[in-house]
């Protein structure tokens, strides 16, 4: 019985322990009116301007990415394209507010250029809106006219 004690014990601790860095990947923040926002409702699409998956790496303590998406054959691949230290790009409007869109977390050894992370864990059905620093909507990520758009799937309440 101490045994099976002693090994659920070291099972828990191995899974908290993180192997390495944890580093969240996110679309550029995109700028909507605070109008349209709370307006937004199931089915909404947001128009992101891209044609191509630019993306960025976030983490706190490790430093931050720009990368972009190399290839989506069987599982997704994403290439680093440069370091950065800092992402977060300052934004002061009125009738504005920055939305985050973040894919999900991804563990990464190396953080540099020309470094390939796959990216299987990561659901491009299942994604999340932020508005400083509150989830504001879940949401999946479709295209429309050869350009990358957000397909709202349900809005948090207020």
């Known amino acids: 019985m101490m045994a099976e004690n002693q090994a659920l014990r070291l099972e828990k601790l191995m899974q908290k322990h993180q192997c390495y860095p944890e ?13 349209a926002l709370r307006k937004l409702r199931k089915g909404d699409l947001l128009l992101l301007g ?46 504005y507010k920055n939305i985050k869109i973040s894919l999900g977390i991804l563990q990464s050894r190396v953080l540099e250029a020309g470094h390939k992370i796959e990216t299987a864990q990561i659901d491009m059905d299942n994604i999340l809106l932020y508005a400083e620093e509150k989830k504001i909507a879940s949401a999946a990520l479709v295209m429309v006219d050869d350009e990358i758009a957000v397909q709202i799937k349900e809005v948090e309440k207020q």
């Open 23 to 35: 580093y969240e990947l996110c679309l550029p923040s995109v700028s909507v009116k605070k109008a």
């Open 50 to 95: 891209m044609s191509r998956m630019d993306m960025l790496l976030v983490s706190k303590e490790h430093g931050s990415a720009k990368a972009v998406l190399s290839s989506c054959d069987e599982g997704m691949t994403i290439r680093v394209m440069e370091a950065c230290r800092d992402t977060a790009e300052e934004f002061d409007s009125k009738k």
